[in-house]
């Protein structure tokens, strides 16, 4: 166990739906990254988040949305989804300066 | 050019085999080096991390870095049917605030009983 939380493990919805996602990081972990990981793909980085404010952000869609919070748990929004968005979404935090990342199981996202 | 590079696979050997894996990188400045394994549609567990150059070695692992030929490798002694699984490496430069950690696409390993 990583230390780092994900719900809904699973969601399942329709194309034009919005869901959020949520995340708690590992006690004491100032940063959260979220990721995105498409069938038999590599991990696509999403945004990062340091302490409640954007630090680095990839190839995140103008649809998605994330945001941290004052008590560190972070949500990643998607909205207008389409049948492409069909993905697992993993967050993850990063320890003391930042040099380990710890992964959450991950929220298996399917749009129908 | 990609940050990092990894060779895909997939790569399948017999029990009791050493496993090789390897990255490259081209940024100078990456002085944490990791190597994850992910079990199919699970999230990525940490396997080695490593602080600049050298080797490390737990149990059965060994992760190697060389910084001048801008390398890394993760070796696996004895392998086991368990082992098979996509193996990601990953690296980052030094940073009080985070920073991006680039992966490799991962290597599919597949060990035969």
């Known amino acids: 166990d990583s230390g780092v939380t994900q719900t809904p493990k699973h969601l399942i919805t329709a194309t034009g739906q919005r869901v959020t996602l949520r995340c708690s990081p590992r006690s004491g972990d100032l940063s959260v990254y979220w990721y995105q990981q498409s069938l038999d793909q590599g991990l696509q980085f999403l945004i990062q988040?340091?302490?409640?404010?954007?630090?680095a952000k990839g190839n995140i869609l103008e649809r998605f949305s994330a945001q941290q919070f004052p008590d560190l748990h972070s949500e990643l929004n998607l909205s207008s989804l389409e049948l492409g968005d069909s993905a697992l979404y993993f967050c993850?935090?990063?320890?003391?300066?930042?040099?380990?990342?710890?992964f959450g199981s991950g929220t298996q996202l399917s749009v129908l | 050019q990609k940050e990092v590079e990894q060779d895909p696979g997939p790569l399948s050997v017999p029990e009791g085999a050493i496993v090789s894996l390897n990255c490259t990188y081209s940024n100078s400045a990456f002085q944490y080096f990791m190597w994850y394994r992910q079990y199919s549609r699970k999230g990525p567990e940490l396997l080695m991390y490593?602080?600049?150059?050298g080797n490390k070695e737990d149990g059965r692992f060994t992760a190697q870095v060389d910084k001048s030929s801008k390398y890394i490798s993760l070796f696996i002694r004895d392998s086991q049917p368990s082992d098979s699984a996509t193996y990601l490496c990953?690296?980052?430069?030094?940073?009080?605030?985070?920073?991006?950690?680039?992966f490799g696409t991962g290597t599919s390993l597949t060990v035969i009983p």
């Open positions: 990953a690296m980052k430069e030094i940073s009080n605030t985070g920073n991006q950690f680039y």
């Open positions: 490593t602080y600049s150059s």
């Open positions: 988040y340091y302490n409640g404010e954007e630090r």
């Open positions: 993850a935090s990063s320890s003391g300066q930042g040099e380990k990342l710890f």
